[in-house]
C-alpha cells in the first residue's frame, strides 16, 4: 500500500532539470524513479510540462513537481502500487488530455515508474522478474550509438545516429566487450585522421566528416582495428530521424532535395554496400504512404523502426501494424507517459510479430528501468546510447549484473533479426 509520494527536481545528463519521485509503501519499501527527456522529440509525443520563464532557460520542472506532491499524491495514497494498471488509470483521469499536457508526462511517469519499481522492492524479486515473470528468458542485443549527424552534430551528415549492433557476440557480456573495443578503436581512429573525439548527448563521437558514406567506411575500419568482423561479429544499424529532414513534403539530404521514394532507393544502395540490418525513421513521422512504400521495398531485408512514427503510442502502433508500414516499433516510456500504455504498446507490437526495442532519450539519468523492461518484456535489442558516458552505461552495467545473476537467460543474437 501507498504511504507517500513525492517529487523532486533534479538534473538530467545535460543538466536540465528534471523529475524524480520517491514513493514509499506502508511495508517500509522505499523506491525512486527519474524521468528521461527526449531533444530530436516526435511531435505526436505526450507533453513534458516545463515551466517557461526565466529559471533553468524556462526548462524548469517546479509545475511538474507540485503536480504530484498537491494533486497526484492525494489520489494515489491508499492504493496498491503492484496495480499498475489502476495506479495508470488514475494518472490518466487525473490529466485527462489526450497528450498528457495537463499534468504533464513528465509527472505522471515519474509516478508510474516509482510504482513499478516499489512494487518489485516490496516483493523481494529484481524488477525484470517483477515484470516478465517466468516468461522473461533473453538478454538482449545492444544497439550503441557511437557516431552522430543530423540535428545532433555539426557536421555534413544528414543521419543522425550510426549505431554498432555485435549480434554475433555469444553472451551479453561479450557483445558489450566488442562494442567497448570498436568504440576506443574508432577513437583512435579518429584521432589518426586529425578528426574530433569530442562526444554528444549520447556518447558517441561527431566529428567532421564529408558524406554518411564516410561514417560508415569509418565504422567498418574500426570495427575491423579491433580485431573483429563487419557481418559477422558486429552489423549495423541507423537512426536517419528523418522528420528532422522533411521540410515543405521533400527530404533535405546531401543538399538535394528528395522524394519519398528518393530515399527508399537511397537506404537501397546503403543496404546493398554495407551490414545494415535496421533503419530507424527512414521517413518523416506522417508520411505514411512513404512509410508503406519503404516497407514493401526493404522490409523482408532488414529491420525498420518506427521511433517519431508511433511514439510508443498504440493507436498509432494498431494503425501501423494494420496498414503495415514498418515491422518494429521503438519504445520510449516518456513519449507515451504511463507504464501500462508503454507495456500495451510492446504487447500489441510483439503480437504482429514485431520487434519491440527499448530505448533511452538523449537526455537521461542514473535510472535503470529500461534495463529491466527490455528483460521483462523479452525484448531483443535494446537501445541506450554508446559504451561510455555513465548515464548510458548505467544500463549496460545493469544488463550484465542482470546476466551474471541469472545464467537462465539467452542472448538474443542473430534471432534478434530473423524475418
Ligand atoms: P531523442 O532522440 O531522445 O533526443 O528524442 C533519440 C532518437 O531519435 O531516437
Ligand atoms: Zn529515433
Known amino acids: 500500500t501507498i504511504r507517500s509520494v513525492q517529487a523532486f527536481e533534479i538534473l538530467d545528463s545535460r543538466g536540465n532539470p528534471t523529475l524524480t519521485v520517491r514513493m514509499t509503501l506502508e511495508d517500509g519499501t522505499e523506491a525512486f524513479a527519474s524521468v528521461p527527456s527526449g531533444a530530436s522529440t516526435g511531435i505526436h509525443e505526450a507533453v513534458e510540462l516545463r515551466d517557461g520563464g526565466a529559471r533553468f532557460q524556462g526548462k524548469g520542472v517546479q509545475t511538474a513537481v507540485r503536480h504530484v506532491n498537491e494533486i497526484i499524491a492525494p489520489q494515489v495514497v491508499g492504493m496498491s502500487a503492484g496495480d499498475q494498471a489502476d495506479v495508470d488509470h488514475v494518472l490518466q483521469s487525473l490529466d485527462g488530455t489526450m497528450q498528457k499536457s495537463r499534468l504533464g508526462s513528465n509527472a505522471l511517469l515519474g509516478v508510474s515508474m516509482a510504482a513499478l519499481r516499489a512494487a518489485a522492492v516490496?516483493?523481494?524479486?529484481?524488477?525484470?522478474?517483477?515484470?516478465?515473470?517466468?516468461?522473461?528468458?533473453?538478454?538482449?542485443v545492444p544497439l550503441l550509438n557511437v557516431l552522430n549527424g543530423g540535428a545532433h552534430a555539426d557536421n555534413n551528415v544528414d543521419i543522425q545516429e550510426f549505431m554498432i549492433v555485435p549480434a554475433g557476440a555469444g553472451t551479453f557480456s561479450e557483445a558489450m566487450r566488442m562494442a567497448s573495443e570498436t568504440y576506443h578503436a574508432l577513437k583512435a581512429l579518429l584521432k589518426s585522421q586529425g578528426l574530433r573525439t569530442a562526444v554528444g548527448d549520447e556518447g558517441g563521437f561527431a566529428p567532421d566528416l564529408r558524406s554518411d558514406t564516410e561514417a560508415l567506411d569509418l565504422l567498418l575500419k574500426a570495427i575491423q582495428t579491433a580485431g573483429l568482423e563487419a557481418g559477422k561479429d558486429i552489423v549495423l544499424a541507423l537512426d536517419v530521424a528523418a522528420s528532422e529532414l522533411y521540410r515543405e513534403g521533400t527530404y533535405h539530404v546531401g543538399g538535394e532535395s528528395k522524394t519519398a521514394k528518393d530515399m527508399v532507393e537511397w537506404y537501397r544502395t546503403l543496404v546493398e554496400a554495407y551490414p545494415i540490418v535496421s533503419i530507424e525513421d527512414g521517413l518523416a513521422e506522417d508520411d505514411w504512404a512513404g512509410w508503406s512504400d519503404l516497407r514493401q521495398q526493404l522490409g523482408d531485408r532488414i529491420q525498420l523502426v518506427g521511433d517519431d512514427l508511433f511514439v510508443t503510442n498504440p493507436t498509432r502502433i494498431v494503425r501501423g501494424i494494420e496498414e503495415n508500414v514498418a515491422n518494429a516499433v521503438l519504445i520510449k516510456l516518456n513519449q507515451i507517459g504511463t507504464v501500462s500504455e508503454t507495456l500495451e504498446a510492446i504487447h500489441r507490437t510483439h503480437r504482429a510479430g514485431w520487434q519491440a526495442i527499448v530505448s533511452h532519450r538523449s537526455g537521461e539519468t542514473e535510472d535503470t528501468t529500461i534495463a529491466d523492461l527490455t528483460v521483462g518484456v523479452n525484448g531483443t535489442q535494446i537501445k541506450t546510447g554508446a559504451p561510455a558516458r555513465s548515464e548510458r552505461v548505467a544500463k549496460y552495467n545493469r544488463l550484465l549484473l542482470i546476466e551474471?545473476?541469472?545464467p537462465s537467460l539467452e542472448y538474443a543474437g542473430w534471432e534478434a533479426f530473423h524475418r
Open 404 to 406: 551474471a545473476d541469472d
Open 122 to 140: 516490496s516483493r523481494r524479486v529484481p524488477l525484470y522478474r517483477y515484470i516478465g515473470g517466468a516468461q522473461a528468458t533473453t538478454l538482449p
